[in-house]
């Protein structure tokens, strides 16, 4: 239930609190005094539309806060919501939600302290409240939240349908679930001839290119690093060697020059021997340093182990594997991982008509039993719609409906096997509600209602069915005294209060008798102070229920207080 709700810089208000109380409330106030604000604060609270034109005059920001204590309500689904939504768990059983208007457009809004998309908060406030006015959301207009009503008051009235209602759902929605699951597979492997082919040989093409690689993930993965040390030493090698022929390998090498030098010199020495010695001294000297580098030479040429061969294997053995990584992965491991994925896909489609037989085997055995299932469900079903019309009929003519009539249409889907399992996820039939005011009238579906004076009355009467199986915890009605008096009112009164036993309501309302039959009641006021109109909200106590319910009748005179007086007396009476 809503145990807390605060209003700031909202249209007139500038801030108002209230801690609502459980069972049903009713709101009343002069006409245009803004009742309507409470209204359009409670949509914004539940993902509502909402733009800076609500924010009051003057300020920057508006601001709608509201609690919920969850303890008296069924807290898995919303939990569950929660949770798959990543907003942080509710603490001590409430549920906190805070939504900000800017005037820059910068909105807001917040579960239980967590940022969350309006989208979000929308989802979780149509698990919350249901709000029934002109202008406002309302869910049971449409034929998928028809047909889980419909479930609900079956589940609720399970014990008098044959075979139990609520066993019959759960075990269609089981076999709806594994039908599902297998239509899933089955689109998986069929597609059209030429897409088959084509990514039967590229998968071919695949592990055939991968296997011949021969993959080994211990020595392919430092593969590189070997390269590189390998390429390194041939490097090394080249450059001795051209050293080598430089120094004593090469026809003009350092060795043979000085060698001829040293011919030369001796030749001259014969002519001046005491002044050239020292020269073929010196020569000779460095001549045998050459040689000995030259030895050096050799020592390290013989030293740098490298085969030519396996390094060239090498190479186009990286180059191989570098080809892989640019198709298949960025290392060995995850080429290693594609081949092993893209055989077992290419077992799957080179198995495909096996799996197919099996699947549609499988899947030919479930429609059959969807089928027989679902027609159980169906007329189970036949057994709740007349229930469920004739209660709502019945409410109706307690509302000022005394020839309308409710109806029920149940039109059978078409089955054939292989359309889209969607289509009957919630049975074999789609439900749709109609409502006929007037004798003569046609019976239309709910959606198509014009006045929202009727819609409200209808939508009172199935909430007043379905207290017990509608699983939304807080109900706001707008105008559903329109149009009626006497003892229409009173009726609408004690259908809400019946409701307000088992849901926690808030009620909008124009009429003294329907205001009587509330277990709280709210005051909307609007006052003018420094030129500035503000709206406030009071709490009636028994004697201010008097003067307010006076004042809706017509004025404060003796006459006008003493019949408000037995209002409230005779709606407690009819409490107790």
């Not at 309302?138 to 008098?160: E, H, K, V």
């Not at 740098?304 to 594997?321: A, H, K, S, T, W």
């Not at 503000?534 to 017509?554: T, W």
Request: charged residues 30%; glycine residues 8%; hydrophobic residues 35%.
């Amino acid at each position: 239930m809503l145990t807390y709700l605060r209003i700031k810089n909202l249209a007139l208000v500038e801030e108002i609190s209230l801690e609502p109380e459980s069972g049903c409330t009713m709101i009343t106030g002069e006409t245009g005094a803004g009742k309507s604000i409470l209204l359009g604060a409670m949509g914004l609270a539940l993902g509502l539309r909402g733009d800076k034109s609500l924010i009051r005059t003057g300020t920057e920001q508006a601001t709608v806060e509201a609690v919920f204590d969850l303890s008296r309500m069924d807290r898995v689904p919303i939990e569950h919501f929660l949770d798959e939504k990543g907003v942080e768990p509710c603490e001590e059983n409430e549920l906190r939600i805070r939504r900000t208007l800017g005037v820059s457009g910068n909105n807001r809004q917040f579960i239980n302290g967590t940022s969350v998309p309006v989208s979000v908060l929308a989802t979780l406030g149509d698990m919350l409240v249901d709000i029934h006015g002109p202008h406002d959301h309302q869910s049971l207009l449409y034929p998928a939240r028809q047909l889980a009503i419909l479930n609900y008051f079956g589940c609720a009235y399970s014990a008098g349908i044959r075979g139990g209602y609520s066993e019959t759902l759960k075990e269609y929605s089981e076999i709806y679930g594994r039908l599902k699951e297998l239509e899933k597979r089955r689109h998986n492997l069929v597609t059209d001839e030429q897409s088959y082919r084509q990514q039967l040989d590229m998968l071919k093409y695949q592990v055939k290119e991968i296997e011949s690689a021969v993959l080994n993930e211990e020595t392919d993965s430092n593969l590189e690093e070997r390269y590189t040390r390998a390429e390194h030493a041939v490097d090394i090698l080249r450059l001795v060697q051209e050293g080598f022929g430089i120094l004593a390998d090469d026809e003009n090498s350092i060795l043979t020059q000085c060698a001829a030098l040293r011919r030369i010199l001796r030749e001259a020495s014969r002519l001046d021997h005491s002044g050239l010695e020292p020269i073929l001294v010196q020569l000779d000297r460095v001549n045998e340093n050459l040689r000995e580098i030259s030895v050096l030479f050799s020592h390290y040429m013989e030293n740098v182990e490298i085969d030519p061969e396996e390094f060239q294997e090498m190479e186009e053995r990286l180059n191989r594997i570098n080809g892989l990584k640019r198709k298949y992965g960025r290392t060995v491991q995850e080429i290693i991982r594609f081949g092993v994925e893209a055989e077992e896909r290419l077992r799957q489609l080179e198995g495909r008509d096996v799996e197919l037989s099996i699947l549609n085997d499988e899947i030919s055995r479930l429609w059959e039993e969807l089928k027989r299932k679902g027609k159980i469900l169906t007329e189970q079903r036949r057994e709740l719609i007349p229930i469920l019309e004739k209660k709502v009929c019945s409410h109706l003519r307690e509302l000022g409906f005394n020839r309308g009539y409710f109806k029920i249409e149940s039109e059978p889907l078409p089955l054939k096997e292989g359309e889209f399992i969607g289509s009957f996820s919630e049975g074999l039939e789609r439900v749709e509600f109609l409502f006929g005011p007037n004798p003569g009238d046609l019976p239309k579906p709910l959606k198509s209602i014009a006045s929202s004076g009727e819609m409200a009355r209808v939508m009172l009467a199935l909430k007043t069915v379905l207290a017990e199986a509608d699983r939304v915890p807080v109900l706001l009605f707008d105008e559903v005294d329109a149009n009626v008096g006497g003892e229409t009112a009173l009726a609408v009164g004690r259908m809400i209060r019946e409701i307000g036993a088992k849901r926690q309501v808030f009620c909008i309302t124009h009429l003294a008798p329907v205001a009587a039959s509330g277990d709280h009641q709210l005051c909307v006021v609007k006052e003018v102070k420094n030129d500035q109109t503000h709206v406030h909200v009071e709490s009636l106590n028994e004697e201010e229920r008097v003067i307010e319910l006076a004042r809706m009748l017509g004025g404060q005179m003796e006459e006008s207080r003493k019949y408000a007086a037995t209002l409230l007396k005779k709606c407690r009476e009819e409490k107790q």
